[in-house]
């Protein structure tokens, strides 16, 4: 994600800064330094990449700040909630500032603590700008604008209890130019920070304060009334404000959160009549509607306000203070312009003034002697001030025509990103197309599969019925030839009609016929049987 990147890139730069020779550094050191920011964002593996990047073993930042964007933070999803982002911030800064904590802490005296001075290096990187440097392209640097250095150092001066000076401030930011960090800390802490005074405990405070207001965008804080929902009573919770958020807890010390409201661009707020002395205003989301109160009209309109701020920039992966930053940058760079064209133009009036004055000078002085010329002198000078008039007004038409080309680009780039996004959703379809018929031959190919295995199976039980039917018709001939031998015995037996002493020997031997036996097994018996009858004869005799 490339927002991501772009937030973290001030803090990377230092500690590739602490760690760099001549403009490069290692590629053994970055693969520490990549491999911590992959366990952050839950990528493993992602510095094995750098054995195979580029030839060199050497990398510039502008090197490693391409790996990193388009082989680390490529692989996170494109769209992240503004908490993941705040979060993932933190723990990328918290690992740059353990690479780079020990240059960055080296000064002669130090007054601020080692949190206090990471806070205070996460307001740096958030406010400074990464620029080249004029002498090496490839070498950069991270400075703060005096304008920007000045409204920390404003807020950090409040927070102590101090008075501001503006003027000062002025003079001392256009001495030095910009602020590199080790100006920057030295500047805090020399110059309003050490007096004798000021408690440690109250420094940590003050640095704290603004970092919730810098890092944390932390727009407004304090004590509201909120009426509860089951039981209809106003109850006084401390309240904090954030552009996504208001969490309200039990005490200031922010221990036991007793709720949170999220807050986006549906949500609305106004004002409701009081009771007693406490002003009212209502909060209303999509879920449900919430009430206030404050104990005077002023802090009503200040809450409301504040969360009126906060639901205008809830949208977005963006943080309250980088969009601040952003339009500040944006007014000052146009303030500049401005100013810029506006002295050009006053140069250039100032020339045109100078030159006429000089013409009409000449002119006066040749009135003396000729009148004629004087005449001539005139009209070449009302000409020259319509000429003025006219470059003036062609100047402002030029404006006109810059501003309307503006815009036109404004709107062509607006058309640019909707074809685009036509094209990603045309490119999405048609992948999804392509993964139903990936789909679709595959099943495809287990039917055929399926019919060919059904076929080869038909065809085996076709040959078993075969093999079964021509069993079954040689059992049937054996049983119907058995069955005439049978009948052809019966015949025998009864013609011999032997004269027995006991007459059911004959028939238990003709019952130990068998029916379905064969022509040879038929004989056996029909022997055994005449052996029986002869025995029977010689016994009766």
């Known amino acids: 994600m490339s927002a991501l990147l772009k937030n973290v890139t001030n803090c990377i730069w230092h500690a590739f800064d602490s760690l760099q020779n001549k403009s490069t550094v290692h590629k053994s050191k970055l693969k520490v330094l990549t491999a911590n920011i992959g ?41 992240m909630t503004l908490p993941v982002i705040r979060d993932y911030e933190k723990k990328i800064s918290e690992v740059c500032w353990l690479v780079c904590r020990k240059n960055l802490l080296a000064r002669d005296k130090p007054i601020f603590d080692d949190d206090s001075v990471l806070k205070l290096f996460r307001i740096y990187c958030l406010l400074a700008d990464l620029v080249q440097d004029a002498d090496d392209s490839e070498h950069y640097m991270v400075i703060l604008q005096p304008s920007e250095a000045g409204i920390v150092a404003e807020q950090l001066v409040h927070c102590l209890g101090l008075r501001w000076d503006a003027a000062d401030w002025d003079a001392l930011g256009t001495s030095i130019g910009h602020f590199k960090w080790a100006a920057f800390l030295a500047v805090l802490e020399a110059k ?44 006084e919770y401390w309240c904090v404000l ?58 009503r309109l200040q809450w409301i306000s504040a969360v009126r701020q906060a639901a205008a920039v809830s949208g977005g992966a963006e943080g309250y203070q980088r969009k601040a930053r952003a339009c500040r940058r944006g007014a000052g760079a146009r303030k500049e312009r401005e100013a810029r064209d506006a002295r050009a133009r006053l140069q250039h009036e100032v020339r045109a003034r100078l030159a006429a004055e000089a013409q009409a000078q ?17 009209s070449t000078q009302t000409e020259l001030e319509k000429l003025l008039q006219e470059e ?20 062509e780039w607006e058309r640019r990103e909707e074809l685009e996004r036509l094209q990603e959703e045309q490119n999405r379809m048609l992948e999804e197309e392509r993964l139903k018929r990936k789909r679709f031959e595959i099943l495809q190919a287990k039917k055929e599969e399926q019919y060919r295995e059904a076929e080869k199976r038909l065809k085996e039980l076709e040959l078993e019925k075969q093999r079964l039917d021509n069993e079954l018709k040689a059992a049937q001939e054996k049983i119907t030839k058995t069955e005439l031998t049978a009948q052809a015995l019966n015949v025998q037996l009864r013609d011999i009609n032997p004269i027995l002493r006991n007459g059911e020997r004959v028939r238990r031997a003709i019952s130990f016929i068998p029916t379905a036996k064969s022509s040879s097994d038929t004989l056996i018996d029909l022997k055994a049987i005449r052996h029986i009858m002869a025995a029977d004869d010689d016994e009766k005799m």
Not at 270 to 292: H, K, M, N, Y
Not at 362 to 378: M, R, V
Not at 395 to 403: G, Q, S, T, Y
């Open 392 to 411: 003036i007004q062609a100047k402002r038409d030029e404006e006109i025509v810059r501003a309307l080309q503006a815009r036109v680009l404004a709107e």
């Open 242 to 299: 954030q552009p996504c958020a208001l969490t309200y807890y039990k005490s200031s010390s922010q221990k036991e959160q007793c709720g949170r409201i999220t807050i986006d661009e549906y949500c609305s707020v106004e004002a409701s009549a009081g009771e007693g002395r406490i002003q009212r205003f209502q909060l209303v989301t999509p879920d449900r509607t919430f009430e206030f109160a404050t104990q005077d009209h002023k802090s």
């Open 362 to 378: 000449e002119l006066a002085e040749l009135a003396q002697q000729d009148n004629k010329k004087l005449e001539e002198l005139k």
């Open 192 to 235: 309003y920070c050490s007096d004798q005074q000021l408690h440690s405990k109250a420094l940590v405070e003050a640095v704290d304060e603004i970092y919730d207001v810098f890092i944390e965008d932390i727009i407004k804080k304090g004590y509201l009334f909120k009426r509860g929902y089951l039981l209809p009573t106003m109850r």
């Open 39 to 79: 366990t952050l964002l839950d990528l493993y593996g992602v510095e094995k990449g750098l054995d195979h990047f580029k030839s060199s073993q050497e990398l510039t930042f502008d090197e490693f700040r391409y790996y990193l964007q388009h082989e680390v933070f490529s692989s996170l999803p494109k769209t």
